[in-house]
Every structure is written in C-alpha cells, then in structure tokens.
Antibody
Framework: EVQLVESGGGLVQPGESLRLSCAAS????????MNWVRQAPGRGLEWVANINPDGNAERYVDSVRGRFTISRDNTENSLLLQMNSLRAEDTAVYYC?????????WGKGTTVIVSS | DVVMTQSPLSLPVTLGQSASISCRSSQSLVYSNGDTALNWFQQRPGQSPRRLIHGVSNRDSGVPDRFSGSGSGTDFTLKISRVEAEDVGVYYC?????????FGQGTKLEIK
C-alpha cells in the first residue's frame, strides 16, 4: 500500500524542540521530492520545506529557515523535520507529502502545539 | 514571495452544475524551459489534501475527468463539471516555479 505515516508531534513550550518523522512505503521514495506542509487550526495550507530525491538540496519558507532542518534517509525510506526554537505560530498539523510527475502521496498529519 | 490569489473564497454550487475557481499569481509561473508549475489540490472535510492537477492541466491518476485545469502565465482556472456531493471541500492552487512554494488561500466549495 502506498502511504506516508507521520509521527513525533506533541505539545511543547515556546523555545523547545521537536523532531517529526515520516515513514514511506509502497512507492519509490528515493525518486520523489519530499515536502513538509503545515496547516494551522482553521487556516489554509502552508508549504514549509522540501528536499530533493538525493537529499543534498533543501529549501525552506522564510519563517522557519534557520530553525527547522529537513533531511531524509533513502535507505530507511524516511523523512525528518527537526524543529528548534518553536514558536506559538508554528502550531499546526504537519503533513509529509511526496510530489512527482507520476503522482502524489500525503500522510494523515501529525499535530504540533506550541503553548506555555 | 509569489502571492497566489484565489477567487471566489466561497463557492455554493447546485448538484449537477459546474463550478469554476480562479487563481492568479503575482509573478509569471513559466519556467525558462517553458513549463509552468501550477497545481490544484482538494481537501475534503477531515481529510488530508490530495493533488488533482499538476502542470496546469494534467489530471492525477484516479481524478475524475469532471475536473480540468487551464491557464497560463499568471491566470489559472480549475473547472469542475457536474458537481457531485463528494466534491465538497476546500480547493487550493499552489505554485512551485519560485521559492518558496506558495498556496492560494483556498476556495470552499459547498452544495446549495
């Protein structure tokens, strides 16, 4: 079955860190650009970061650059998002998503709440 | 950043009628090679998004042919023919020509 499964979300205080994981199965993970997309409560979609199939090129939205790091392990078919110095405005459901010409796959999301 | 502006933001539609959503970008989305990186996504209530259209007009696998995309440059349209109850949800355009990738605000389609 083609799927992405996120984990690692939770409730943290401002300034703390979280590490999100995304496990891929059922498709050629190492051929897809992998993305993190977030959705704040009641809001629209926001692209956060992505990484190329080889894992040697990363891009970020300005609001997370320098605080978040995206990485991937093609031997384990996994995607990571290390989130440091979290802020209240980072509160959202974080989706792992694979985009390619052949198709796209989305996970169900993991919830991150940043609150004191 | 490239701003993606959708209209309308709310779209009440009668079952069986057609619906159209506009998406305008603040910059041209045409690559130097002539390709245009404009996608449309659907998010049904309580579900994850899914892509419907990539490259302006290419339907993803499994997407009904009632959905069609068109446009060029900075103006794009998603058309849904013969709206069905399962089409209820929020529709987003997204560009990935420029960094950072950006989504439109979303258009909420509901049945009248």
């Amino acid at each position: 079955e083609v799927q992405l499964v996120e984990s690692g979300g939770g409730l943290v205080q401002p300034g703390e860190s979280l590490r999100l994981s995304c496990a891929a199965s059922g498709f050629f993970f190492n051929t897809y650009w992998m993305n993190w997309v977030r959705q704040a409560p009641g809001r629209g979609l926001e692209w956060v970061a992505n990484i190329n199939p080889d894992g040697n090129a990363e891009r970020y939205v300005d609001s997370v650059r320098g605080r978040f790091t995206i990485s991937r392990d093609n031997t384990e078919n996994s995607l990571l998002l290390q989130m440091n110095s979290l802020r209240a405005e980072d509160t959202a459901v974080y989706y792992c998503a694979a985009f390619g010409v052949e198709g796209n796959v989305w996970g169900k999301g993991t919830t991150v709440i940043v609150s004191s | 950043d490239v701003v993606m502006t959708q209209s309308p933001l709310s779209l009440p539609v009668t079952l069986g009628q057609s619906a159209s959503i506009s998406c305008r970008s603040s910059q041209s989305l045409v690559y130097s090679n002539g390709d245009t990186a404009l996608n449309w996504f659907q998010q049904r209530p309580g579900q994850s998004p899914r892509r419907l259209i990539h490259g302006v007009s290419n339907r993803d696998s499994g997407v009904p042919d009632r959905f069609s995309g068109s446009g060029s440059g900075t103006d794009f349209t998603l058309k849904i023919s013969r709206v069905e109850a399962e089409d209820v949800g929020v529709y987003y355009c997204m560009q990935h020509t420029h960094w950072p990738h950006t989504f439109g605000q979303g258009t909420k389609l509901e049945i009248k």
